[in-house]
């Protein structure tokens, strides 16, 4: 049963700091690894998507890596802004049957003006 | 292109009431995921949907949930004789076709959710 996990649970960092999210999971089996920001109260927005092929995807001051065969995946955030303040969530879609993406409990960012 | 639609996004139904969620992809997208996220946890998967079909329902409770995807018209997830633990928001994503009929590895889009409370 693959299990996704996050660290830090939780950051506050200044702004203009560059800072990196971790994300494990269990099961190298994967078809491919997303990173979505959830608002309080609001949906997923899908950030970066990583297909189990790619090393990496970039996104403006974003960065996602991910080195399938050691299960983990890392979000660099480049110079933080207050706007960046959100929950961060990593999601692992994988094979073997398994339809649904499964989600670490997810990072919750503050970044203070 | 409109993105993923949910409604209603708010919903209170009182213990032993029926609550029906909606959710209507985007366009182009035939494949349907419902998720929960209670209080404090994470995304956890309920079911995938493809037209008229259900794929995998391994994650949705087996009594008091249900939910298709018609030939027309939006998903429906249905909770019978709702209970308190069901409060929750209830998120539905679509992504496009898969590859040979295949699972799909595209980006699944996700909706704004719609926050069910259970008095």
């Known amino acids: 049963k693959q299990e996704v996990t996050q660290i830090p649970a939780a950051l506050s960092v200044p702004e203009g700091e560059n800072l990196v999210l971790n994300c494990s999971f269990t099961?190298?089996?994967?078809?491919?690894l997303q990173w979505f920001r959830q608002d309080p109260g609001k949906g997923l927005t899908s950030l970066l998507l990583i297909q189990s092929s790619q090393r990496e995807q970039t996104s403006g001051r974003l960065n996602a890596s991910l080195d399938k065969s050691s299960g983990r995946s890392t979000l660099y955030i480049a110079a933080s802004q207050p706007g960046d303040s959100a929950t961060y969530l990593c999601?692992?879609?994988?094979?073997?049957?398994?339809?649904?993406?499964?989600f670490g409990k997810g990072t919750h960012l503050i970044i203070q003006p | 292109n409109a993105g993923v639609m949910q409604n209603p996004r708010h919903l209170v139904r009182r213990r032993g009431q029926e609550a029906r969620l909606r959710c209507s992809p985007m366009k182009g997208h035939s494949h349907v995921y419902w998720y929960r996220q209670l209080p404090e946890e994470g995304l956890k998967f309920m079911v995938y949907?493809?037209?008229?079909?259900?794929?995998?329902e391994s994650g949705m409770p087996k009594e008091r949930f249900s939910a298709e995807f018609p030939k027309e018209g939006p998903s429906i997830l249905r909770i019978q004789q709702v209970v308190r633990g069901d409060s929750a928001a209830y998120f539905c994503?679509?992504?496009?076709?898969?590859?040979?009929?295949?699972?799909?590895?595209?980006?699944?889009?996700f909706g704004p959710g719609t926050r069910l409370t259970v008095l």
């Open positions: 099961d190298s089996a994967i078809y491919n």
């Open positions: 949907l493809q037209k008229e079909n259900i794929i995998d």
């Open positions: 994503a679509s992504s496009p076709k898969g590859l040979a009929g295949g699972p799909s590895t595209d980006t699944q889009y």
């Open positions: 999601a692992v879609h994988s094979g073997g049957g398994a339809d649904g993406l499964t």
